[in-house]
């Protein structure tokens, strides 16, 4: 298993990674036609979980976007391939990349807004903001406090 940027010519089987989750009421054309616009979308970094040289997590990382504060990291759309989900490569990837982004020396916070179930991400370690689904992730602050990041 490899954790990496994604290259450009992932994108189409990125995009369907999530096309269950977020595609309802569209056609697969006019669901990919969407992601490829989708200005939030070419804002941030897509990373990528491969095996067996294929892609099969990927999440989006944004960077001083959002209300994100300095040193802080939004992640996004956090998808796995149908056909490969429950075998925890979602949760390898999280792991990877938020490992990645609070090694850097400047880093605070990593924030997500869990659109599943919180503890999927709490046992991952991120803490839940109270009042809403934004949830962080953080070795310097053990408390968040401020408003959170808006949805990404």
Not at 76 to 84: D, E, F, H, I
Request: aromatic share 14%.
């Amino acid at each position: 298993m490899q954790t990496r940027k994604a290259s450009p010519d992932e994108l189409n089987a990125i995009f369907w990674m999530g096309f269950d989750a977020w595609g309802e009421g569209l056609s697969p054309t006019e669901y990919l036609a969407s992601c490829h616009a989708s200005q939030k979308y070419r804002s941030g970094v897509w990373y990528v979980l491969i095996v067996d040289n294929q892609p099969v997590s990927s999440l989006i990382v944004y960077r001083d976007r959002f209300g994100l504060g300095q040193g802080c990291f939004g992640i996004g759309s956090l998808a796995t391939t149908p056909a490969m989900r429950g075998q925890g490569f979602g949760t390898h990837l999280l792991r990877g990349v938020t490992g990645m982004l609070l090694g850097s020396p400047d880093a605070v916070a990593t924030f997500l807004h869990a659109d599943i179930d919180h503890h999927f991400y709490e046992r991952l370690g991120y803490r839940r903001i109270p009042g809403g689904d934004c949830m962080y992730f953080s070795h310097r602050r053990p408390r968040y406090v401020g408003e959170p990041p808006t949805y990404f």
